[in-house]
């Protein structure tokens, strides 16, 4: 039987080392550890280093192959230095303090720092914990551009910094949304406090400061200054302004310089529908906002027997609530003069209030008023659409046939005619004065009543300059204008002496008679600050003009030819006059707004 083949041995295998039986091994042998062991107890436990590089008791080693391994590590470990390979904590770090990669910001050394010894050897240059830090906590470069450079007080520091941000860098000429960042075309790549300078400068330039933010600042800036200034220059200051308070008898809150509009051509914009959440299914009747600026709230009566409000904001014109009265045609609806409740009225001897606050609808009951309401014959007054309240909501006049106009005591509560005034024809329109004891009404025969409520007496009358069954009669409400429209489609405008009881002139000469309509006029109506008039017939389309009452004539841009007004049948200004509210037969309300007054009622 042949012998089978053996692998060679290899002889210069190292054997294991042999441990005499009973040997033990102490902690602090240093016999079996090398030269790197040794360095690394001389760092950490402070014991002199002593090199043992060829001293092995305890195993026995080829000695080719352990000079082999020295030469190994030695060659790996020449270069590098101890301060590469640990961070001794010698205890003389700060609590609070962070350790920063340095910069080299490059500066030129100076040849005579350079030259001097001990203290005076020390650099000027100011070192990388001396350099200024920007929002983020983050060392700048010394060379950044002064473009770049900010006030680190100009703005609150932030409540957390991330210090990887001094050593990121972002490409901006990797992303298309991040070229719009780079300050050069061929720039590419920047530092995190850069970047986030430049994300910041984007955003505001995208988002540039509201007007509301910049006077807030000028305003805290001024007081600042006002603070430190002294007493004297104080009181200086504001002596014209408690002079100018103290010798006026308008408003504190709220005040404004009335500017004069110009004639000729008139800022307005179109909005809209004021009705268009919910548009009414017949005519509309009578248009009115509420009496308070403050209140943006619309009414509008319908021949459908519905009463609808409105929030007028310009925008959506959210429907608020609709009250449908089937036993009252609505033909004239009005707010109290304190905005506290709705009047609403109609070709019937009974009446309902509708109140804002509760949402209780309350009717009159029939004979309310005497004999005079509650007869059923020729003489009995079936009708209370024409009616007035005074300008502190206290008497309601209320046209009656035959020339009565009845004046019903609204504070009571009662509804109950308290006395009566009588013209030689029918009552067609009413209007009270501003001081609230004077009624003027327009009969049918074109004849205007100045009325005494106090005494019941006229104390002026005139007839219309050349007019013609005339049947609208409207004033401002400071009293210096009257205007009279008529059935042949003339309006005269009168000055304050047709409205005067001290008048001597017997029959007042109009301003102007205005006959830019030919068809019988239906409406009439000042804004807040009698600058402007709507004139409108619904007899004919697209019969509406502004007027424009300091120059007299008409505003030439507007209406024009495209304007979808249809057959207007009412209009009415908003209290504060920037919006105005056109009602046609179509059951729609155009809303414009008249840019030259702002949303507080006073002019631009």
């Known amino acids: 039987m042949g012998k089978h083949a053996r692998k060679r041995q290899r002889k210069d295998r190292p054997t ?3 441990v005499p039986l009973g040997t033990v091994t102490l902690l602090d042998d240093d016999a079996d550890k090398d030269d790197e062991e040794r360095r690394l107890e001389s760092l950490l436990f402070g014991k002199p280093f002593v090199s043992g590089r060829g001293t092995k008791v305890t195993a026995i080693e080829d000695p080719e192959e352990e000079a082999d391994d020295a030469d190994v590590i030695a060659a790996e470990l020449e270069g590098m230095l101890d301060s590469d390979l640990f961070f001794v904590d010698d205890g003389t770090t700060k609590k609070g303090t962070t350790i920063e990669n340095e910069i080299d910001v490059g500066l030129p050394e100076d040849p005579s720092d350079s030259s001097s010894s001990g203290d005076e050897g020390q650099s000027e240059s100011p070192s990388i914990h001396d350099q200024p830090r ?9 060379h950044t551009s002064p473009s770049t450079s900010h006030n680190p007080k100009s703005r609150k520091p932030p409540a957390w910094t991330d210090p990887d941000d001094a050593t990121l860098e972002v490409s901006l000429a990797s992303s298309t949304r991040l070229r719009k960042l780079r300050d050069a075309p061929e720039e590419n790549a920047v530092k995190g406090p850069e970047y986030e300078r430049r994300l910041r400068r984007q955003f505001v330039k995208m988002n540039p400061t509201p007007e509301w933010a910049t006077a807030a600042r000028r305003k805290r800036r001024r007081k600042a200054s006002d603070v430190d200034a002294d007493a004297h220059a104080d009181a200086d200051v504001q002596t014209p302004d408690l002079d100018t308070l103290l010798t006026s008898s308008g408003g504190i809150l709220g005040r404004k310089s009335q500017a004069r509009l110009n004639p000729g051509v008139l800022s307005i914009e179109r909005l809209r529908d004021a009705n268009q959440a919910a548009q009414a299914e017949g005519e509309v009747n009578t248009l009115q906002f509420h009496p308070s600026p403050q209140v943006s709230m619309l009414l ?44 609403l009225t109609g070709h019937r001897p009974f009446y309902y209030t509708y109140d804002l606050q509760s949402g209780a609808t309350t009717r009159s009951p029939r004979g309310l008023w005497g004999t005079t309401f509650a007869n059923e014959g020729d003489n ?6 024409v009616c007035a309240f005074n300008p502190c909501g206290d008497v309601l006049a209320v046209a009656g046939r035959h020339g009565y ?25 009413l209007w009270w004065l501003p001081n609230g004891r004077e009624l003027m009404s327009l009969g049918e025969d074109a004849e205007a ?13 005139w007839k219309d300059d050349g007019g013609f069954a005339s049947r609208v009669l409207a004033g401002d409400r400071s009293g210096s204008y009257v205007a009279v429209g008529s059935k042949s489609g003339i309006i005269n405008v009168y000055g304050s002496d047709a409205s005067s009881s001290w008048s001597k002139s017997d029959r007042p000469r109009p301003l102007k008679t205005i006959g830019n309509l030919t068809t019988s006029i239906s409406t009439l109506r000042f804004n807040h600050d009698s600058q402007l008039l709507a004139i409108a017939s619904k007899t004919k389309k697209d019969q509406m003009r502004l007027m424009h009452i300091p120059s007299l004539t008409a505003f030439s841009n507007w209406p024009t030819s ?3 007004l249809g057959h207007v049948s009412s209009v009415d200004f908003s209290a504060g006059g920037e919006y105005f509210a056109i009602g046609n037969t179509r059951g729609r309300v155009l809303l414009y707004h008249l840019k030259d007054y702002d949303a507080h009622g006073g002019s631009r």
């Open 405 to 429: 106009v009845h004046l019903v005591d609204w504070r009571s509560g009662a509804g109950q005619v308290v006395g009566s005034v009588k013209a030689n024809a029918g009552v067609r329109a």
């Open 562 to 564: 495209s304007t979808p």
């Open 16 to 18: 294991e080392s042999v």
């Open 380 to 385: 009995a007054d079936h009708s209370m659409h």
């Open 300 to 343: 509008v009566a319908s021949s459908d027997r519905r009463i609808r409000l409105f929030n007028v904001d310009g925008h959506t014109n959210p429907h608020l609530q609709t009250l449908h009265i089937p036993a009252l045609p609505v033909t004239n609806a009005q707010f109290h003069p304190s905005g506290s409740s709705v009047l």
């Open 134 to 142: 920007d929002g983020d906590g983050t060392t700048e470069a010394l």
């Open 449 to 461: 009543y100045l009325w005494d409520v106090g005494t019941r007496r006229c104390v002026h009358r």
